[in-house]
């Protein structure tokens, strides 16, 4: 039995266990700040439900007690308070905070972890009580006048609301699953399932059983009535191995229920005419003042000044799936050219070190920071021809929608969100879908240095490189563009 009614404008349960900037770990917590802004700027009834770790209290100032939960079977005894958060000038969100001091008040650690690393003892039940108020809020059950038409639940953490929502009797609201990151699945002990007061039953190869265990992602993937992931193609590549971690299987059965879409970019932030960080502001009109800036980080770099020579600039994570041990070989290829290579990027300490051993061997033209520096990355994006993004994998991918919107033209490795944002140069993709960038296919040196050459024929072509740019900076990669999205599966939800 549905709750959905036949109101035009959705009213939506964003259940999270992140929000910028009262929470976050990863590219979670900003999805869970900007996605609800856009979709309040369409209308949408969209709140957060989110728990009461100590910085949601303390950064929530104005909080009003709704209900007391002294005997939530197998839970402790738990408030949930409301409020608003801010989340720019001109949108601010509806705020539930599930307050259960046994379980988030900890004095250190993080969301997650504990002061060692280690994964808090009872997260089960932590994100299980996550999971279980977004499924109570989203029934007849609710001790609130407020009930959504739909529970939208975000990675493992919120993946048992909709088994909840499965086993509930009364009435109840449809689900959206979103996966924004395969990889962590919310795995334990099956002992968990009577302790989070599951039935006996759902401990099944068709419920929350994985592999001997319980999984909440997997729950959340059987039970949801539709799954969303962050880009088309990563919503394909996840029906198989082996991106998909193990649930490629159960996730081809549920093609018909998968969509991707694109994440959106802050274009207030990330927008070449207005950027606070870069030493020239500049527009799709005045490409030529890329060239002041190319010069500006030249010098900050310490590489030969040399406004003319293409630039190639890489800002990641440094990890393996990012594919920078690929970039350390062609490295010194692209420096013959000529070229130059400007390089920003933490993780992996082997990596690092051969980074800068890297960069010792041609200091002229290859230059690197081994850093975490957010200006540092405006002025790059501001300042190369082409960003270099060779990910094995890449669900969704931010920077190459950054580099698009500077003119900055990207070449990365055919996979998930970046064969959706980027185009590849091809006689057709200049008229249909216009052209921004390169893909290569083999995730190989020869493969991606073949295309790091054609840029550099195109870059010289300065009629097809300015098309080339343009094609980049006019495309939409805004909120409101995968607001839009998320609103037509609402929608969807809402026939059912
Ligand atoms: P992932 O989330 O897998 O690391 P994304 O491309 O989706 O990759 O997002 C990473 C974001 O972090 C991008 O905005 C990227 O520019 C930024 N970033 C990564 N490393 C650095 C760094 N060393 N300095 C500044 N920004 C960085």
């Keep these: ?5 036949s109101r035009k404008n959705p009213r939506v349960l964003f259940v999270t266990s992140e929000v910028f900037p009262l929470c976050k770990t990863g590219g979670l917590g900003d999805v869970s700040a900007a996605l609800p802004a856009a979709l309040r700027e369409l209308r949408v009834d969209i709140r957060l439900l989110v728990p009461g770790y100590p910085s949601v209290l303390s950064g929530l100032k104005y909080k009003r007690k709704l209900a007391e939960f002294d005997l939530l079977p197998h839970f402790p005894p738990t408030t949930l308070f409301s409020s608003r958060l801010q989340i720019n000038e001109s949108v601010s969100v509806p705020v539930y905070v599930i307050h259960c001091p046994e379980l988030y008040q900890r004095s250190g650690g993080g969301i997650y972890l504990d002061d060692n690393g280690q994964d808090w003892p009872d997260n089960a039940r932590r994100f299980g009580l996550l999971s279980k108020m977004g499924a109570l809020l989203a029934s007849d059950a609710s001790p609130l006048s407020w009930v ?8 493992w953490q919120s993946g048992l609301t909709p088994a909840y929502l499965h086993y509930h009797p009364g009435k109840k609201s449809a689900s959206l699953m979103t996966l924004h990151n395969l990889a962590f699945q919310g795995c334990f002990s099956p002992g968990e399932v009577a302790r989070l007061g599951l039935p006996p039953e759902s401990f099944n190869v068709h419920g929350v059983e994985y592999y ?13 009535t539709r799954i969303t992931t962050v880009s088309p193609t990563y919503a394909q590549e996840i029906q198989h191995e082996p991106l998909g971690f193990g649930l490629q ?22 927008n070449p005419a207005t950027d606070p960080h870069i030493v020239k502001k500049y527009s799709s009109r005045n490409l030529a003042a890329k060239k002041t800036n190319k010069l500006a980080l030249q010098r900050e770099m310490g590489l030969e000044e040399n406004g003319e020579i293409p630039l190639f600039a890489g800002i990641s994570r440094l990890s393996y799936q990012k594919g920078y041990d690929i ?3 062609v490295a010194p290829m692209l420096a013959d050219l000529p070229a130059q290579l400007v390089l920003l990027g933490k993780g992996d300490q082997l990596l690092e070190k051969q980074l800068v051993t890297l960069a010792q061997t041609n200091p002229a033209r290859i230059a690197v920071r081994i850093d975490y520096d957010e200006a540092l990355s405006h002025r790059i994006n501001a300042s190369a021809d082409c960003f270099l993004m060779p990910s094995r994998f890449e669900p969704c991918g931010l920077n190459q929608m950054y580099s698009q919107r500077y003119g900055t ?10 064969i959706d944002t980027v185009a590849d140069l091809a006689p057709d993709t200049l008229l249909d879908e216009p052209a921004s960038g390169f893909h290569f296919r083999k995730m190989n040196a020869d493969a991606f240095m073949n295309e790091i050459k054609r840029a550099v024929d195109t870059y010289y072509d300065v009629k097809l490189w300015r098309t080339l740019q343009r094609n980049g900076m006019r495309k939409d990669f805004s909120w409101r563009a995968s607001a839009l ?3 037509s599966i609402y929608s969807l939800l809402m026939q059912r």
């Design 409 to 418: 033209s990207p070449i990365v490795h055919a996979t998930g969100g970046l």
């Design 212 to 224: 001997g265990d319980m999984s909440f992602l997997k729950a959340g993937i059987y039970y949801a």
């Design 148 to 155: 959504p038409d739909i529970a939208h639940c975000n990675d």
């Design 485 to 487: 999205a998320y609103l």
């Design 327 to 329: 970039l350390l070989q």
């Design 1 to 5: 039995m549905s709750l959905s009614s």
């Design 249 to 270: 299987g159960l996730l081809a059965e549920r093609r018909n229920a998968i969509t991707g879409i694109i994440n959106g970019i802050d274009t207030t932030v990330w």
